[in-house]
């Protein structure tokens, strides 16, 4: 990532895409390394062969394929505030010690080097915060956290600690990622101007939706899956997976794929902070986040490269092909399109099935060489061996947060209703103060960071 670019620059193009395609109903540093305990040897030096003692929070989604995945170490607790929805994962691991309270398991269960932490989007931060205070190692899903201020706190937390951390976007460890930028720095499509990011998400209720209250079951420890949200009684429309949904726990559909569609573009065009936001939406009701929108950004030239406009669409809603492309190209469900001065580069979710039209630049693109060591195993065992080594995998937070932060500054700018203006260095919307109350959120008493 620190390799100065060789982009190479082209003629301007100006509104580069046609409409053919376009979908109908489309909307107008570490200051120390930690080490765990048990793999110091006797020279002081940490001993990669040995095995890290991992917990995993939040296990009864996603959680428990990363604790699988992270196996080829001592799985030694396992954390939800639901165990009938985790036991599946618990009956896999019948010598772990079993928690409610993640809060509990730090404080008693000393042997602990290594957390996951998979729960809903609103706890995120809490979990990783304590984790990396109490000098565990982390891996938390993405988004990294619920806003933007608690993405720039993790920062801090993780520079203070010297912890390795890492996001669960895997798709970060894979070598499309790479090649992709490979080919943006090799000149491949010429200076790029526009990125277009699109998702079918979401795949749950959003927009009206109907949360009749009931009584929370007794296998759901209700007021732990809360957290620092503001009390409110239990609907099922909440757990297990449809709180993505709503904003005092979710992200939406930012949250859910904007960290892995915005990802390969993001790393490839080495971006920053984005300066200016605006969306477009469905109806946006109380509490949840709408059903499609488009949202677009701005960001700023940077080391002689032209300025960026970026587009995220979702709820089925795409952008157009480019003219080039051959008549019977088509788009994925989810992915990403780059547009440069000489041609366009596309890909699938994850950065998955890269293709450059027109197809003679992307004959041309196999020649690139490949300048970026690629990443030999999975994202969960790429931040074990980071852990063991007193090193940082690719995702670590130091880049995660800054992704999540752009991320989520799309939220902010659907929730605001109008165009923000954005001050990165100070966290702050600029022309509209109202929007600001989106930036932080608020904890319920006795949570924090």
Request: positive net charge.
């Amino acid at each position: 990532m620190g390799r100065e670019d060789k982009r190479t620059s082209g003629r301007q193009r100006s509104s580069t895409i046609s409409r053919r395609g376009f979908l109908t109903g489309a909307l107008a540093g570490a200051a120390f390394s930690v080490v765990p305990s048990h793999v110091l040897a006797g020279s002081g030096e940490a001993s990669p062969s040995d095995r890290l003692n991992v917990a995993g929070v939040g296990v009864g989604g996603m959680g428990k394929n990363n604790v699988k995945k992270s196996d080829s170490e001592n799985i030694v607790a396992l954390c939800d505030v639901d165990h009938k929805h985790a036991k599946g994962i618990i009956d896999k691991y019948p010598d772990a010690k079993v928690w409610h309270d993640y809060r509990e398991m730090l404080a008693q269960q000393d042997e602990i080097d290594a957390v996951i932490c998979a729960t809903p989007d609103h706890t995120h931060a809490v979990i990783t915060a304590a984790a990396m205070k109490a000098g565990k190692h982390v891996y938390t899903q993405k988004p990294l956290t619920h806003s933007v201020w608690e993405a720039r706190r993790l920062r801090q937390i993780a520079n203070d600690t010297g912890v390795s951390t890492q996001m669960g976007n895997q798709g970060h460890s894979a070598g499309n990622i790479r090649r992709c930028r490979e080919w943006i720095e090799g000149g491949a499509i010429g200076t790029v101007r526009e990125v277009h990011c699109w998702t079918n998400r979401p795949i749950w209720p959003q927009g009206k939706v109907d949360n009749k209250e009931k009584p929370a079951p007794d296998h759901l420890k209700w007021d732990l899956w809360l957290g620092p949200a503001q009390k409110r009684p239990y609907s099922p429309i909440y757990h297990p997976f449809s709180w993505r949904g709503w904003r005092d726990f979710g992200t939406g559909a930012f949250g859910d794929m904007g960290c892995h569609l915005m990802d390969m573009p993001y790393y490839a065009l080495d971006l920053g902070h984005p300066t200016y936001a605006e969306a477009s939406t469905t109806k946006l009701y109380p509490g949840t986040f709408p059903e499609r929108t488009i949202v677009t950004y701005e960001f700023p030239p940077r080391d002689g490269r032209p300025g960026i406009t970026f587009k995220w669409y979702s709820g089925e809603v795409k952008p157009p092909l480019p003219d080039e492309a051959p008549a019977d190209a088509k788009l994925d469900t989810q992915g990403c399109m780059l547009v440069g001065d000489d041609g366009t580069l596309i890909s699938a979710d994850y950065g998955r099935d890269p293709r450059i039209y027109p197809l003679s630049r992307m004959k041309s693109a196999r020649d690139i060489p490949k300048e970026y060591p690629r990443v030999k195993t999975t994202h969960e065992k790429a931040w074990i061996r980071a852990a063991k080594k007193g090193e940082q995998p690719s995702s670590n937070f130091d880049y995660a947060t800054r992704l999540t932060e752009t991320v989520l500054l799309g939220n902010i700018a659907i929730l605001s209703g109008r165009p923000i203006k954005w001050d990165a260095e100070n966290l702050k919307v600029t022309n509209y103060e109202k929007a600001n109350r989106y930036v932080r959120g608020e904890y319920r008493d006795g949570w924090s960071l």
